[in-house]
């Protein structure tokens, strides 16, 4: 019996929650010990070879995964979910060899040690399955079914987890930490894959010409994914360049954890987007007032993302100190640290309330909004990083990343309004 949009909803956040809580505190608890085996630069070293993974997978997704996600919601029969399958697989994978060409051929030459690129060499075996991960992913998400892919990523990251903290435990170092978190992305891969099997969607596989009008349609999710990672990690990047990787440690880990506080928002988010993308097609199938639908589940999702967010900023600025002492020890259980993520806290609230405006440009077919805002806000993070990150190192880090947060939800807030006061558009219309 199908559930009510409620609980459908609520069941596939709370699966989302379980999983984002086990994969973070995961990988939280495998940085602190890391840390504490190695110490702060190699920690700063490993954190940054993942930021540079990031970025590339970002360049190399082609805005395919949401894409994917919002079109399998629409998709009611086999035949088009098949040929769709195939089409952005083939893309994917495609692009990913060329990313794995491009990082150990220009990028690793052009800007790293050779000790650091036998790093970049292995960080980059994981983007052939991540590109499987993100389209068998897109295609879980959008039957909403949260608990699978949820349940494999939790598997995965424990895989790597336990690999890293042996390979750690008998002395090697964050070359095999690099190792394990590759072989956890092959392992969720082949898991995903399996699913999809079971289910018997086959993928129909197109290459060539068909990719031209998938691309184009894609284009405003890849330019998002690009300018966001480069907002999240840009600061990262720099910072072992300026001021070493002990600093990138510092840093990383005070991100880390703020990134991880985003769990019970980020879930609600993932859940609310086919939902939001299904009410946005009903809309346009039906003569009624469809949009009002998608106005409510906007408005609930907007005032449980405020209370959630604003209860743990509160919560966790008063924990900070003896939270970075309890899992890094004294290394990062300084002042500086836990002052870092206090700052940081103070963009929390835009953050999440900026993407759950996202999601709903998204499903409205209004990525173009999304696009032109997030590369305003990047180039400004940017250029604001390169000033300030030389002279004043991780506290311009810090400021420029709550300013940014802070400028990306007014411009979006100001576009979702927008969105919600015209309606949804005609399919195919993107403004």
């Not at 150990?104 to 000790?115: E, K, R, T």
């Not at 449980?304 to 290394?331: H, I, K, N, Q, S």
Request: proline content about 3%; hydrophobic content about 55%.
């Amino acid at each position: 019996m199908k559930l009510p949009v409620g609980a459908r909803v609520g069941k596939n956040a709370a699966a989302l929650l379980a999983a984002g809580v086990g994969a973070r505190l995961l990988a939280l608890l495998f940085n602190a010990y890391l840390g504490r085996t190695l110490g702060v630069a190699a920690l700063g070293r490993y954190l940054t070879m993942l930021a540079v993974e990031g970025l590339t997978l970002a360049c190399i997704s082609l805005g395919l995964n949401v894409y994917a996600t919002r079109e399998f919601s629409r998709h009611e029969r086999q035949e088009e979910t098949q040929t769709l399958l195939g089409a952005v697989l083939g893309a994917r994978v495609s692009a990913a060899l060329l990313g794995m060409a491009a990082l150990n051929g220009l990028i690793g030459p052009l800007f790293y040690s050779p000790a650091q690129r036998v790093l970049l060499g292995v960080i980059s075996l994981g983007l052939l399955p991540d590109a499987v991960i993100g389209v068998c992913g897109a295609l879980v998400r959008a039957r909403q079914r949260m608990e699978i892919s949820s349940g494999i990523d939790v598997g995965a990251r424990l895989l790597a987890a336990l690999l890293g903290a042996a390979a750690l435990w008998r002395g090697y170092d964050e070359t095999w930490a690099l190792a394990a978190y590759v072989l956890g992305r092959i392992a969720a891969a082949a898991a995903l894959g399996w699913v999809i099997w079971r289910w018997d969607v086959r993928p129909r596989w197109r290459f060539g010409a068909v990719w031209g009008p998938l691309l184009r349609e894609s284009l405003p999710f890849a330019i998002v994914d690009i300018a966001a990672i480069v907002y999240r990690k840009f600061d990262l990047l720099l910072l072992p360049l300026s001021h070493g990787d002990a600093a990138a440690g510092v840093y990383g880990a005070a991100y880390s954890l703020w990134e991880n506080l985003g769990l019970i928002p980020g879930s609600l988010l993932e859940a609310l987007f086919p939902e939001m993308a299904r009410r946005t097609a009903s809309a346009r199938r039906t003569a009624s007032d469809g949009i009002a639908s998608l106005r409510q589940l906007y408005r609930r999702g907007q005032y449980a993302l405020a209370a959630l967010v604003l209860l743990m900023t509160g919560a966790f600025a008063l924990t900070a100190p003896p939270a970075f002492r309890l899992l890094y020890g004294e290394m990062m259980g300084r002042a500086e640290a836990a002052t870092v993520f206090r700052w940081l806290l103070l963009g929390l609230p835009f953050t999440y309330l900026y993407l759950l405006d996202g999601n709903l440009l998204y499903a409205t077919d209004r990525q173009r909004a999304v696009t032109g805002w997030m590369l305003v806000v990047t180039l400004l993070n940017g250029a604001l990083n390169l000033l300030l990150i030389p002279r004043w190192g991780v506290w311009a880090a810090t400021g420029v990343a709550v300013f940014s947060s802070a400028a990306l939800f007014a411009a979006l807030r100001f576009e979702a309004l927008r969105a919600l006061a015209a309606g949804a558009p005609e399919r195919g219309v993107a403004s």
